[in-house]
């Protein structure tokens, strides 16, 4: 068995291990007659009153959630024939029964049972000496099983008198004692203040003048309850005055309440568009601020600088990062690089001749990469005597200018026409050795000859195109300045036409005279490889300046 509170094993008392069956037979039927018995001849502790209430409490209680029951024993002890086992279990489920059935050993005369007890250890003495062990079925000891349901059957009893469940161990029953007696101390103190309420109560009889006092004061509080009671009367008139008002404004706060809703709905709305337009005006801003600077960046960016870079790497001309010209084996240059120069420069020209609208008279470029080239028309074939005149490379005087386009025809020109013929000059080089320097380079030089009088062209259509563009604007600023109307009368100060014609243009940085750009020959064969270098980085310089000259064109253009 178990401890009912800590869980603890237990080992039972001796005096509980070796019970008498007529004894645990005692107890446990008479425990239910005991009780009826107390219960009857002791004086109620409680008034009628709490009775007649637990009564009437108890008819509509429910059943209760636990309810210890008693179990009847199982069956009798010892072995008895079939009439005493009935008999003996019919008193057993009978509680009310107070006698004790003997059995045979207490009915057996005391010297028949010391004769059956001197067998009995003989018995014993003659199973020990050969082996054999009791025999369980042995009327005259009480079996196992029936010890532990007497024991079960009486901690059940013990626990149903009381709220503690039984068994329990010795330390729990410290424990338990140890609270019972603080319970009980507690109540002796409470027994005797009562007592000693009561036996004041008993002494203090009151007399004929504490009675005439108390009945004046009894006066008293009557007319002060009277006096309370009409101004509770008075103070409840004015309450419901109050809460008629009260309700009046309440109903006032409702309508307030509905009308600032509306209000708010209407806010929110109103709140909510305004903050819609809002949004679509800062998106509208932010937009147009973000197409300004990328206008703005786009105005400032030069198409021309980015596609053609002209530059210089020491002595030489660069576009694009590629050098032009040769120099001795430490700085030598080689001819895919000069011939890839050659080819973007070819199509700077073309670029800006056609931004400036501007044709070549007597030349095509076709830039056409590394392999880029020239095409030269050239007049029809003129009578022999004429032949021998004409000059294989191209000079001014063969090429009509753009300063001069009317200029008057050549004899044949009043003959009838004939187509021109085209030569194609190169604007590159392979490097092939041939039996001179002259040689190898005779079709590069014709080219480069070429290319030097297109930057001519293109330079002097820029100086005339730059001077009748600022007399234009000088005489815009003449008629729109206020001193116009006084220039306009006999002596006034207007500048002539023939000034404003005279008025110099944009010119090149170097003069360009046939073969030459600032003194230097523009022909590999006709000098060295370092005034060749020069000479091709003078041309570049042109080349940038009409770059430069092109891109204020444009974005004069632009602001217009």
């Not at 030349?363 to 005597?385: D, L, N």
């Not at 600022?470 to 005489?475: D, G, I, L, N, T």
Request: glycine share 6%; proline share 6%; with cysteine.
């Amino acid at each position: 068995m178990n401890c009912q509170k800590c869980r603890t094993p237990l080992k039972l008392d001796n005096s509980l291990q070796d019970l008498h069956p007529s004894a645990a037979d005692l107890l446990t039927g008479s425990s239910g007659h005991s009780v009826e018995q107390s219960t009857s001849t002791s004086r109620t502790p409680f008034p009628e009153e709490r009775k007649e209430l637990y009564d009437k409490v108890s008819q509509d209680a429910s059943s209760p959630t636990f309810k210890r029951v008693i179990p009847p024993a199982r069956h009798g002890i010892g072995s008895q024939p079939a009439m005493a086992a009935s008999t003996k279990a019919g008193l057993k489920d009978n509680p009310a029964m107070s006698f004790i059935m003997l059995t045979d050993s207490q009915v057996v005369p005391p010297q028949a049972m010391t004769n059956g007890t001197g067998n009995t250890r003989s018995k014993n003495k003659s199973r020990k000496r050969n082996g054999t062990a009791d025999d369980p079925s042995d009327p005259e000891k009480p079996k196992l099983s029936q010890q532990i349901e007497s024991t079960t059957r009486l901690f059940e009893i013990l626990s149903a008198r009381s709220d503690i469940d039984h068994p329990i161990c010795t330390e729990c029953t410290d424990l338990l004692l140890s609270q019972l007696q603080s319970r009980l101390s507690t109540a002796t103190k409470e027994r005797d203040t009562y007592i000693s309420f009561l036996k004041s109560l008993n002494s203090s009889t009151p007399t004929s003048s504490d009675l005439s006092k108390a009945q004046r004061s009894l006066a008293d509080a009557r007319n002060a309850e009277s006096k309370a009671f009409d101004d509770l009367l008075a103070l409840e008139n004015e309450r419901e005055t109050l809460d008629a008002e009260i309700a009046t404004l309440e109903a006032e706060s409702l309508a307030l309440d509905a009308e600032e809703q509306d209000f708010w709905r209407s806010r929110n709305a109103f709140a909510l568009t305004l903050s819609g337009f809002q949004n679509e005006r800062d998106a509208l801003t932010a937009a147009y601020d973000h197409d300004a600077l990328q206008l703005e960046r786009l105005q400032r960016t030069n198409v021309y600088n980015d596609c053609f870079c002209i530059s210089h790497d020491g002595h030489f001309g660069t576009i694009n990062g590629l050098r032009l010209g040769r120099l001795p084996p430490p700085q030598n240059v080689d001819w895919a690089e000069i011939n890839a120069a050659l080819g973007t420069a070819a199509l700077l020209l073309a670029t800006v001749a056609e931004k400036l609208e501007f044709k070549f008279q007597g030349y095509r470029i076709r830039p056409m990469g590394s392999t880029s080239h020239i095409e030269k028309f050239e007049p029809p074939s003129a009578p022999s005597s004429q032949s021998s005149s004409k000059a294989t490379i191209p000079s001014a005087k063969a090429i009509p200018s753009s300063k001069n386009p009317s200029s008057s025809p050549s004899p044949s020109a009043s003959v009838k026409q004939q187509p021109k013929s085209i030569t194609t000059l190169d604007l590159f080089s392979s490097g092939d050795l041939l039996i001179g320097n002259s040689l190898l380079h005779r079709r590069l030089d014709a080219g480069m000859v070429a290319f030097l009088d297109c930057i001519r062209q293109l330079g002097e259509h820029v100086e005339t195109t730059s001077a009748a563009a600022a007399a234009a604007a000088a005489a815009a600023a003449n008629e729109n300045s206020p001193s116009s109307k006084s220039a306009s009368s006999p002596g006034g100060g207007a500048e002539s036409p023939n000034s404003v014609k005279g008025r110099p243009g944009v010119k090149l940085p170097y003069l360009i005279s046939k073969d030459k750009i600032s003194d230097v020959s523009i022909k590999l064969g006709a000098g060295t490889d370092e005034t060749w270098t020069r000479a091709c980085k003078c041309a570049l310089t042109c080349c940038k300046f009409l770059l430069a000259h092109t891109s204020n064109v444009g974005s004069a253009g632009a602001k217009r």
